[in-house]
């Protein structure tokens, strides 16, 4: 849709141009203004969440959750397990998630990420006793993150139009498929299928919402509290950090360019696939 | 060797010279800039941890510090995107005078919270002449590499003359964040930016007020 819209655009404003007549020095017409984008436009194209009005209706929703339920939950958990009891438990989550890693890092090209995250869940699943220790990372072996979102983009997929779901929070239409993908490369979702161990999935959902939850109790507050737009706020800050994850954190060649005229980025961030230079 | 064997071994030798500088890295290390950003760290780290609080000395000096490093116009500008096209001067300089003090409110609250840890400076790009990004991480004694927190400060200007333009966490730049906020309010209030400007200023007493 956002692909569309943008040629729609580009193709209105070259028409424009294009059937402008050709200027002779005999004729000495007066050149055709030149075609008219407005803030608007430029707005629209940059952002692309062309379902703005329903995102921010599920966004306040979320917040009401979040601040009657899932917030106070978290801070419960942060008070009641200690530190190390905390990173434990973000031990075993992020071990459990190493097929899905892995399949990723083999699908996006990159051995040696891949033979990286094998290392890792042989050393913590045995020694790191089920992943409760990284041990791993101690040996040199640090854990990195991959999915199938991520590996769409490294295969050049646009991230598409803009969604913030209830609960499941912010996303794009490439991000929910890798999403879904992703379920079906995990090995653990097929652990509760047509049996008594259902628990299991939904367990670990759930724990691993709220362990991330009470890891940004408050880089979410200071979010809320220093923005003018808190949902602008998110929505830009979800994707520059999906573009930083593509990219494995390397520096991007996208830049705020200070040097516009009317200070719109020359290439603006997330837009034909420069989450991968 | 005749003129023509010459002439193609010139062109040969030419062609590789040109391929080798088109291989070259286009963006370079700039360690003056590097150099600059470890001292004003060090220096602005210094100064939030003597002894004080909000209203003293501590808070004017951290103040006059960020005035003294900061170019809030550049950044001021860019989050203005194209509604700052048809404004009038004055709007311009009210709204940049509101985001140079919104500004310095989320610095002193953001860097407050690193004045007990490490601000290390790991490598710079330049982005073009004038324009340089350096990169840092925030440690403390208990995190690890990959645990490290990686913040970016984009420099403009040149050595001996540099700004700090821009912050970037993570990979995040806050200008962008920026932008996209006021684009969402100038876009609702049909392009008013007096109105903007007026609540930028609010939340800017919010952030002081700690509310």
Redesign the interface.
Known sequence: MYAFRRVLIIATTSTIALSAPSARAEDKAPAAPPPVVT??Q??QQD?NDPFEGSNRFFFGVNQVLDEALLRPASVVYKSVLPEFARDGVRNLLNNLNSPVIFANDLMQGEGDRAGTTMVRFGINSTVGILGLVDVA??LGY??HDEDFGQTLAVWGVNDGPYFYFLIMGPSSARDLTGFVVDRGLDPLTYVGWGNNYQWVPITRAVVNVLDLRSRNIETLD?IE?????Y???I???YR??R???I?N?K??PD????D??????ATP?NRQNPDTQ | MTSNSFGRFAMAALLTAAAWIAAAPA?RANPEAEAFTQRVIDEGISILRENGHGGDPRHTKFHDFIVKYADAT??A?????????GASQADIESFVDAYREYEF??YA??LDKYKDKALHVTGS?D?KPG?V?V?TVVQDDRS???KAL?I?F?L?GSAGNYKF??VQI????I???Q?????????RNG?NIPDLTR??KQ?TD??VSGR
């Open positions: 803030a608007e430029v707005q952002e990372a101690d640090p854990y200071e509290r220093t923005s003018v737009d949902y602008a706020s929505r830009s800050l520059q950090s573009a930083d994850a990219r954190g520096p991007s830049l705020p360019n200070f516009s005229g009317g200070g719109v980025t961030l | 963006a550049s950044a500008m860019f989050t203005l995107g194209p509604y700052r096209r409110s989320l609250r953001s790009v982005n324009d990004t990169a690890t590499a990959d990686r970016a984009r403009l333009a821009d993570e990979g995040a730049w200008s962008q964040s932008l996209e906020q006021f684009r969402s309010i100038l876009s392009g609540e930028i939340q919010r952030i």
